[in-house]
């Protein structure tokens, strides 16, 4: 089984992981703020792309990008439970 794609969900908004170029490509979308407005809200979402390098044996710089992906979709910074989901979809494309 070979996984080309993944697309991972928090509280606030989605990330979609995948490789490219021999790092690892992380395209965030989450929400930013709500602006009030007369009738209804509108929702302002935000987008970030990071990537990381896609050596396995680099545990810290994958731990780092987990937690900044679990902060930026969860919006909280969460304990070592709440990061090693995201960091197990992130070594799915490590090396």
Known sequence: MKITQM?????????RL??????I????KWLGRIVPGTKRDMLVFETAVWEVAARSGDDVRLELAA????????????????????????QNFAE
């Open 7 to 15: 697309t991972v969900e928090g509280a606030r908004g989605e990330a």
């Open 18 to 23: 995948c490789r490219a170029d021999g790092n």
């Open 25 to 28: 490509r992380i395209e965030a």
């Open 67 to 90: 937690r900044r992906l679990q902060a930026t979709l969860d919006g909280y910074e969460g304990t070592n439970g709440d990061v090693a989901e995201y960091l197990r979809a992130i």
